[in-house]
């Protein structure tokens, strides 16, 4: 069964506190790894998309990482402002997208 | 751009009721999404399309779903009759897919709440 599974479910960050979070993945054929950032009432905000094993991408304070079973995303030094719910999606075959429930992220000052 | 367009923003309707979510595009692009998303199960794909033309709707729970788009800037997700297990936050996304790049730009969501 295709499946994306996210943990932790949530997590508190000190600012500064770097930390990861992981995203694994069951999908045959996939064609990219995705990553969003969702803020409370609003809809998901395209951040990277990988699509080789090995590929690494970054964006001021995060870096997202692919391997052939899971994907991370990293976060130096946090900021308050990135307290957020991040979401990883697996694109298959055709433009058919599979999303974790996502992490919670608060960074506390 | 304004960017992807929902409306309405909030929905409180009665058990039974027909429900029409409204959705347009970003001018140019060529594919649309409807997801559904609850605590529960996330972000869930219910339909797409590829040039107003329906692709894969194999995510519609039920045939009280249905989607159109008529034309390139404007689709509906109508739901007849509805239940209160249809109660979620309802995104449309569009995107424009060129050299198998698909990032997918989401609208702000419509809240329905079936009572």
């Known amino acids: 069964e295709d499946q994306v599974t996210q943990s932790p479910e949530a997590l508190r960050l000190q600012e500064g506190e770097s930390s990861s979070l992981n995203c694994s993945y069951t999908?045959?054929?996939?064609?990219?790894l995705f990553w969003y950032r969702q803020d409370p009432g609003k809809g998901p905000e395209f951040l990277f998309t990988?699509?080789?094993a090995g590929e690494e991408k970054e964006k001021e304070r995060l870096k997202a990482t692919l391997t052939k079973k899971e994907s991370f995303l990293h976060i130096t030094a946090p900021k308050p402002e990135d307290s957020a719910t991040y979401l990883c999606?697996?694109?298959?075959?055709?433009?058919?997208?599979?999303f974790g429930t996502g992490t919670s992220l608060t960074v506390i000052p | 751009d304004a960017g992807v367009i929902q409306s309405p923003r909030h929905e409180v309707t009665e058990m039974g009721q027909e429900v029409t979510l409204r959705c347009k595009p970003i001018?140019?692009?060529?594919?649309l999404f409807w997801y559904r998303q609850t605590m529960m199960r996330g972000l869930e794909l219910l339909i797409y399309f590829n040039n107003n033309v329906p692709i894969d709707d194999s995510g519609m729970p039920e045939d009280r779903f249905s989607a159109k788009m008529p034309n390139a800037s404007f689709s509906t997700l109508k739901i007849q009759p509805s239940e209160p297990r249809d109660s979620a936050v309802y995104f449309c996304?569009?995107?424009?897919?060129?050299?198998?790049?698909?990032?997918?730009?989401f609208g702000p969501g419509t809240r329905l709440t079936v009572l």
């Open positions: 999908v045959s054929g996939l064609r990219g």
């Open positions: 999606a697996a694109q298959k075959g055709g433009n058919q997208f599979y």
């Open positions: 001018s140019g692009h060529d594919y």
């Open positions: 996304a569009s995107s424009l897919v060129r050299g198998g790049h698909n990032e997918q730009f």
């Open positions: 990988l699509y080789s």
